[in-house]
Nanobody, 114 residues
Framework: QVQLVESGGGLVQPGGSLRLSCAAS????????MYWVRQAPGKGLERVSG????????IYADSVKGRFTISRDNAENTLYLEMNSLKSEDTAVYFC???????WGKGTLVTVSP
C-alpha cells in the first residue's frame, strides 16, 4: 500500500533552516509528481512546492519562492524540502502528497519561534 512518511520538523528560530524528508513506499516513486503542502494553525491548506517525476521541473508558492528548495532522490524513494530564512508565518504542519493529491502522509510540524 502507498505510504508517505514525513520527518525533519521541529522548533527553529526565525531566520533558521530545516530540511524535511518524505520517505515513500508502495508505489513507483519515480513515476509521479510529488508535492509539499502545509496547513498553518487555524488556516487552510497551501500547496508549498511540487517537483516532476524526474526532478527537472519545480514549482513554488510565492510565499516560499527563493527560500525553499524541493528535491528528490528517486533511487532512495525520498522527497526533500530544504527550508531557509524561516519566518513565523512558515509555522505549519507540512505534508507530502503524491501526484493527484490522493495520497498524503501524516505530516510533520514545523514551528518557527524565538
Amino acid at each position: 500500500q502507498v505510504q508517505l512518511v514525513e520527518s525533519g520538523g521541529g522548533l527553529v528560530q526565525p531566520g533558521g533552516s530545516l530540511r524535511l524528508s518524505c520517505a515513500a513506499s508502495g508505489f513507483t516513486f519515480s513515476a509521479y509528481w510529488m508535492y509539499w503542502v502545509r496547513q498553518a494553525p487555524g488556516k487552510g491548506l497551501e500547496r508549498v512546492s511540487g517537483i516532476n517525476s524526474g526532478g527537472s521541473t519545480t514549482i513554488y508558492a510565492d510565499s516560499v519562492k527563493g527560500r525553499f528548495t524541493i528535491s528528490r532522490d528517486n533511487a532512495e524513494n525520498t522527497l526533500y524540502l530544504e527550508m531557509n530564512s524561516l519566518k513565523s508565518e512558515d509555522t505549519a504542519v507540512y505534508f507530502c502528497a503524491r501526484g493527484g493529491m490522493e495520497f498524503w502522509g501524516k505530516g510533520t510540524l514545523v514551528t518557527v519561534s524565538p
